[in-house]
Structures are given as structure tokens and as C-alpha cells.
């Protein structure tokens, strides 16, 4: 059974970094796509950045760009998303999703095929 655990989360004062990590059991995923979603309450789940199978290209999305970066360590099967720079606007559960098949990353969640319990990231103003 496939399973995947996001942890490092917390509360952090805005300007601050916190580091989050997903752990992905069951299968090897170090050749296939990851990413990093968010869901704050009241709004869509949306991504936040995404990683392809080789770890050479990695995406994000406008709001976290320069502050966020996603990597990947495909033999222990771990994605890792530093944040630094906090904003409160980046307060959210924080979920990571994986592909079972192909090598590029998407934006859109139902492209992702398992996911993780979520992890709560909250930025103090």
C-alpha cells in the first residue's frame, strides 16, 4: 500500500523559514513526478511547486517564487520544500502529491494520483 507523509510544519512569525519534507512508502518514487499543494480555508487547493522525475526542473508559482524551493532526493524517496521568507499569506495546509507514471509535473491536482494527510503551515504577522 502506498503511502505518503508530509511532516514540519508549525507556526512561524512572519520573515521566517520552516522546512518541509514528504516520505512516500510502498513503491519507489524517486522516477516520478512530485509537488507541493496548498489549501487555505474557504479556497481552492492550489499548487505551490512542482518537481519532475529527474529533479532537473522544478516549477512554482508566482507568489512563492524566490522564497520557496523544492528538491528531491530519489533514493531515500523524499521531496523536501523550503520556505523561507514566510508570509501570512502563505498560511495553509500544506499537502504532497505524487504521479504514479510519467515524468513531468502538473499544476492541476487531479493529475496526481496519491497525496499525503496534509501538514498546517501558519505565518504570524
Known amino acids: 500500500q502506498v503511502q505518503v507523509v508530509e511532516s514540519g510544519g508549525g507556526l512561524v512569525q512572519a520573515g521566517g523559514s520552516l522546512r518541509l519534507s514528504c516520505a512516500a512508502s510502498g513503491r519507489t518514487f524517486g522516477t516520478y513526478p512530485m509537488a507541493w499543494f496548498r489549501q487555505a480555508p474557504g479556497k481552492a487547493r492550489e499548487f505551490v511547486a512542482g518537481?519532475?522525475?529527474?529533479?532537473?526542473?522544478?516549477s512554482y508559482t508566482d507568489s512563492v517564487k524566490g522564497r520557496f524551493t523544492i528538491s528531491r532526493d530519489g533514493a531515500k524517496n523524499t521531496v523536501t520544500l523550503q520556505m523561507n521568507s514566510l508570509k501570512p499569506e502563505d498560511t495553509a495546509i500544506y499537502y504532497c502529491a505524487a504521479r504514479a507514471y510519467g515524468n513531468s509535473y502538473f499544476t492541476d491536482p487531479g493529475t496526481y494520483h496519491y497525496w499525503g494527510q496534509g501538514t498546517q503551515v501558519t505565518v504570524s504577522s
Open positions: 518537481i519532475n522525475s529527474s529533479g532537473g526542473a522544478t
